[in-house]
T-cell receptor, first 121, second 117 residues
Framework: NAGVTQTPKFQVLKTGQSMTLQCAQD?????MSWYRQDPGMGLRLIHY???????DQGEVPNGYNVSRSTTEDFPLRLLSAAPSQTSVYFC????????????????????FGQGTRLTVV | AQKVTQAQTEISVVEKEDVTLDCVYE???????LFWYKQPPSGELVFLIR??????QNEISGRYSWNFQKSTSSFNFTITASQVVDSAVYFC??????????????FGPGTRLSVLP
């Protein structure tokens, strides 16, 4: 199983350039999300999607756009890269279950891609 | 708001020593889920364990064990007889509800474990 596939693995951008980080999953998960990892701060949520056509902002959304046209794909766009966006980016997917009871949402682990190391100079 | 604290930034042990990684969480939810992930030097995130708030039984898996104590909001992780391959950054995470259908993870800052030969 491929799981969650992220491309590229490494990228160097100049300030002001744009690019798209690709993320695809083959597990038919409804729920997908993007995190960034910075030293000493764990992973912080950028954007997430609960299904095709539905996206919402996370903790640190500024400077990033997302869209979800299919269940499988959830690309992250940087419209005008800034040095503050130098980070490691992870895409994740998990099952999405309605309701708050035990055994419902929150009960499944996230599957992560291998990460994209982005440097903005 | 949910929060996860891992007070130990870095730990170094000698191979075969036991080591405990601490995790303290904050949440107002009565139903929640806790996770541990491992990030080896290669960078990927590897799922280790999930525990729900209604199950306080400790769990052992080989050299790994987890101690969940709701009274102290802690979910500590112990590696017995550590090995060099255990060297990694370990993240504790709390799953929070998001909207009507989703969940997101609040991660602690991570603990970097170095096991020396």
């Amino acid at each position: 199983n491929a799981g969650v596939t992220q491309t590229p693995k490494f990228q160097v951008l100049k300030t002001g350039q744009s690019m798209t980080l690709q993320c695809a999953q083959d597990m038919n998960h409804e729920y997908m999300s993007w995190y960034r990892q910075d030293p000493g701060m764990g992973l912080r949520l950028i954007h997430y999607s609960v299904g095709a056509g539905i996206t919402d902002q996370g903790e640190v959304p500024n400077g990033y756009n997302v869209s979800r046209s299919t269940t499988e794909d959830f690309p992250l766009r940087l419209l005008s890269a800034a040095p503050s966006q130098t980070s490691v980016y992870f895409c994740a997917s998990s099952y999405s279950i309605a309701g708050g009871a035990v055994g419902g949402r929150g009960n499944t682990e996230a599957f992560f891609g291998q990460g994209t190391r982005l440097t903005v100079v | 708001a949910q929060k996860v604290t891992q007070a130990q930034t870095e730990i170094s042990v000698v191979e075969k020593e036991d080591v405990t990684l601490d995790c303290v969480y904050e949440t107002r939810d009565t139903t929640y889920y806790l996770f541990w992930y491992k990030q080896p030097p290669s960078g990927e995130l590897v799922f280790l364990i999930r525990r729900n708030s209604f199950d306080e039984q400790n769990e052992i898996s080989g050299r790994y064990s987890w101690n969940f104590q709701k009274s102290t909001s802690s979910f500590n992780f112990t590696i017995t007889a550590s090995q060099v391959v255990d060297s990694a950054v370990y993240f504790c995470a709390l799953s929070e509800a998001r909207g009507n259908y989703g969940q997101n993870f609040v991660f602690g800052p991570g603990t970097r474990l170095s096991v020396l030969p």
